[in-house]
């Protein structure tokens, strides 16, 4: 059974500063990372994925990937308000060939104006 | 261009109760899932489907039953409703599977409340 963690926070920012949302993950055959971002009552939405060492930028956003140590992270620079929502880390699972997920429980990032 | 639509939104069973949660999308895609979300939780997948009459169990298939007869509808069906069922649902879609980086598309959930 895959596990993927995540802090729940709450995780509070001021406007402007660097939000930074941290994953482990438990299988270490796992290859692809994703980052969804979950306005409340609404639907996932894909904002990042990553599945090489390393960085991977996509404008404010940043997704860091370490397999050696089963961490992935995502950094948000310049947090606007509009960046408040639950952010869920997801691993695929690659033993069905299906892009069957594997998700955390979620961080919920507030940016305080 | 809908994308993946999912009836009803909202639903409220008392327990034994049966019913289906509709799913369909027009994008063409292979793969369905379905996942639910309980409160404060990440989704866990119950059952996915990987083309038309080809469906198989994921994490928490219990309580639950899906079927595929055409690419575009995945629906799931509730027997004997339990208050342990009483969740969000989210239907999504992808157009293949087994390749990195292949995105998700959600419906818009359906809440569930058994009482």
């Known amino acids: 059974q895959k596990e993927v963690e995540q802090n729940s926070g709450p995780l509070s920012v001021p406007e402007g500063a660097i939000a930074s949302l941290n994953c482990t993950y438990s299988?270490?055959?796992?290859?692809?990372f994703f980052w969804y971002r979950q306005y409340s009552g609404k639907s996932p939405e894909l904002i990042m994925f990553?599945?090489?060492?390393g960085d991977k930028e996509d404008g404010r956003f940043t997704a860091q990937l370490n397999k050696a140590s089963q961490y992935v992270s995502l950094l948000i620079r310049d947090s606007q308000p509009s960046d408040s929502a639950t952010y869920l880390c997801?691993?695929?699972?690659?033993?069905?060939?299906?892009?069957?997920?594997?998700f955390g429980t979620g961080t919920r990032l507030t940016v305080i104006p | 261009n809908a994308g993946v639509t999912q009836t009803p939104k909202f639903r409220i069973l008392k327990i034994g109760q049966s019913m289906t949660l509709q799913c369909a999308q027009d994008m063409n895609h292979n793969y369905m899932y379905w996942y639910r979300q309980d409160p404060g939780m990440g989704l866990k997948l119950i059952y996915y489907?990987?083309?038309?009459?080809?469906?198989d169990k994921g994490e928490v298939p219990n309580g639950y039953n899906v079927s595929r007869s055409t690419t575009e509808d995945f629906p799931l069906r509730l027997e004997l409703a339990a208050p342990s069922q009483t969740s969000v649902y989210f239907c999504?879609?992808?157009?293949?599977?087994?390749?990195?980086?292949?995105?998700?598309?959600f419906g818009s959930g359906t809440q569930l409340s058994v009482l």
């Open positions: 999504a879609s992808s157009y293949s599977g087994g390749l990195l980086n292949e995105k998700l598309f």
């Open positions: 997801a691993v695929n699972d690659d033993r069905t060939g299906a892009n069957n997920l594997f």
């Open positions: 299988d270490r055959g796992s290859q692809s």
């Open positions: 990553i599945y090489s060492n």
């Open positions: 489907s990987v083309g038309a009459g080809i469906t």
